[in-house]
């Protein structure tokens, strides 16, 4: 059964500082991974995606995450956080099905970005 | 850059009140999807649709609900007597494969 796990319900940095959200899998398959972000009082916006291609994924806005099959992690990362950065961020797997995807959202991280 | 739409972007209604939410998928998806989100809490899956079917559906999904495609563009939600409990954001998804692009969410307000 899948399962995702966001080890921080929160996150506070420095603007400026690095970003880390941390993300744990469990899947039954290789899956497809995803970053959503969703702003206060928007939708959600797909940041990055890791569908078994490259390991290390670049997305939008400067993040990037690495995917760690032998630690089923899926860490998000940015170098230097941005006021704009602040949301919630949601973790994602997916394992295509014969006639969906059968997508598992993470319980989220909330990212304060501190002036 | 095509997007999902979904109308409206807020809905008040009253407890038993049939309530219809809306969705435009992006026009060469096949797959379409319904999600909640109840306020401070994750995202829930509540149903796919492929083929003019449902493809799956959650517990969540019980008799109130339906959807439909009713034109081969408008992809909607109906839920047929409103609970307080169904007071969430309700995303629309659609993908072609693998990655799923999602709408603005419509908030309902059920009092």
């Known amino acids: 059964a899948q399962s995702v796990t966001q080890l921080d319900s929160h996150v506070s940095v420095s603007e400026g500082t690095p970003v880390l959200l941390r993300c744990n899998y469990s899947?039954?398959?290789?899956?497809?991974l995803f970053w959503y972000v969703q702003h206060p009082n928007k939708g959600l916006q797909l940041l990055l995606k890791y569908t078994s291609a490259a390991t290390l994924v670049k997305g939008i806005n400067g993040f990037e995450a690495e995917f760690k099959k032998s630690e089923t992690s899926f860490h998000l990362t940015k170098p230097s956080a941005h006021m704009s950065d602040a949301a919630e961020y949601f973790c994602v797997v997916s394992e295509l099905k014969t006639s969906y995807d059968k997508v598992i959202f993470g319980p989220g991280t909330s990212l304060s970005v501190i002036p | 850059e095509p997007e999902v739409t979904q109308t409206p972007s807020h809905q008040v209604t009253q407890m038993g009140q049939e309530v219809i939410l809306r969705c435009v998928p992006i026009?060469?998806?096949?797959?379409f999807y319904w999600y909640r989100q109840i306020l401070g809490q994750k995202v829930e899956f509540l149903v796919s649709f492929y083929n003019n079917e449902i493809s799956e559906k959650s517990e969540i999904f019980d008799d109130q609900f339906s959807v439909e495609r009713p034109d081969g563009s408008n992809f909607t939600l109906k839920i047929r007597s409103t609970k307080l409990e169904d007071s969430a954001m309700y995303f629309c998804?659609?993908?072609?494969?693998?990655?799923?692009?999602f709408g603005p969410g419509t908030r309902l307000l059920v009092l």
């Open positions: 998804a659609s993908s072609v494969i693998e990655t799923q692009y």
């Open positions: 026009s060469n998806h096949l797959y």
């Open positions: 899947s039954s398959y290789s899956p497809s």
